[in-house]
């Protein structure tokens, strides 16, 4: 048994409370409101809704580059540089930016992993030796299916997705689709595919929110990545107001991936509140997931980040909530509890 003192920011809503949180087994026995002088604000591990972790290969390769010319398959810089690349090599980088996710407090990341059963058996490799489990959408031939979690498609331009799709509902396993990143054209296709997460939805307008609304379909956007490919930004206060909304830093090639930096962008961008944030960046990911973590609570698996609220950077906050989405960076992360 374990306890951690400090300032909580329990469930749903993140209201802070001073206490302490008790652990057994891996799993949040209870929670308890006490006194304490310890300066630790804890909170769950975020969960990183959208990741393409086979970049990691390539990282700043794409500096000014169009989205075609970055990432579209199968011609661009991206995919020519995954189909180079050592699966030695490949492995050792994921497995460099898994480290460096969990020493960041990420319990758990959603990857679009391309590359099909090969891309998803490497991924799982450079996972074996860290505590950060990724929840794999998997690409290529519905046979993927075998190896990964879901499946992710690149978008209803792209190609057609109907047998992936129907092989995920056969498994019961998640379908998950990139839709409205470089203009609207690819909404309402995939939509039709009744996806169970759509990824980025930046040109997404009335009609097609309204769709996401009536079809319950949850939203991960990437404000960072797509400002640097100069794509648009994505409507996140309007998606909110329609559907569950997760955050997810994209292509390692691009960005860091780095939930701190992700949420302080996002809350200082968009019209969102710091725990609409938080909840984006925790909650969220984990729910569209199916992952017993995101936020604290007696039962739920203790996956939690403390950060140390006496550090040069975090003393004299006066909102924890706000302390952590729009200030803490990396340098405050005391431990991660995974």
Do not use: W
């Amino acid at each position: 048994m374990e306890a951690l003192s400090g300032t909580l920011l329990v469930g749903r809503s993140f209201e802070p409370m001073r206490g302490r949180v008790v652990i057994e087994d891996g799993q949040i026995e209870r929670i308890e409101e006490t006194e304490t002088t310890s300066t630790d604000i804890i909170l769950p591990a975020f969960v990183n809704a959208h990741t393409h972790l086979g970049d990691s290969v390539a990282k700043e390769a794409a500096v000014g580059l169009s989205l075609d010319e970055a990432v579209a398959p199968p011609d661009s810089l991206k995919h020519r540089r995954l189909a180079a690349a050592d699966r030695s090599d490949l492995v050792s980088a994921m497995r460099r930016t898994f480290r460096f996710m969990e020493r960041t407090g990420t319990v758990s990341c959603l990857d679009f992993r391309e590359s099909g059963a090969a891309g998803a058996h490497a991924l799982r490799e450079a996972a074996a030796s860290v505590s950060l489990d990724p929840f794999i959408f998997g690409s290529g031939k519905q046979s993927v299916l075998d190896v990964a979690d879901g499946y992710g498609a690149s978008g209803a331009n792209d190609g057609y997705f109907t047998e992936q799709r129907a092989a995920c509902r056969k498994r019961d396993v998640p379908f998950a689709i990139h839709a409205g990143e470089p203009d609207a054209t690819d909404i309402h296709p995939a939509l039709d595919l009744e996806p169970n997460l759509l990824v980025h939805m930046v040109h997404a307008e009335q009609d097609h929110l309204q769709r996401v609304t009536e079809q319950s379909v949850p939203v991960a956007v990437c404000p960072r990545a797509n400002t640097v490919l100069d794509v648009g930004t994505p409507p996140v206060r309007e998606l909110l107001d329609h559907t569950t909304v997760a955050l997810g830093t994209d292509n390692v090639m691009l960005n860091p991936p780095s939930m701190f930096r992700e949420m302080a962008y996002t809350v200082k961008q968009f019209d969102v509140t710091a725990r609409e944030v938080l909840r984006m960046a925790t909650t969220a990911g984990a729910d569209i997931a199916g992952l017993d973590c995101g936020v604290i609570a007696p039962g739920r698996r203790a996956a939690l980040l403390v950060l140390d609220g006496d550090s040069d950077n975090l003393t004299g906050s006066v909102d924890p909530v706000q302390a952590v989405v729009r200030r803490a960076t990396e340098s405050d992360v005391k431990r991660v509890l995974v």
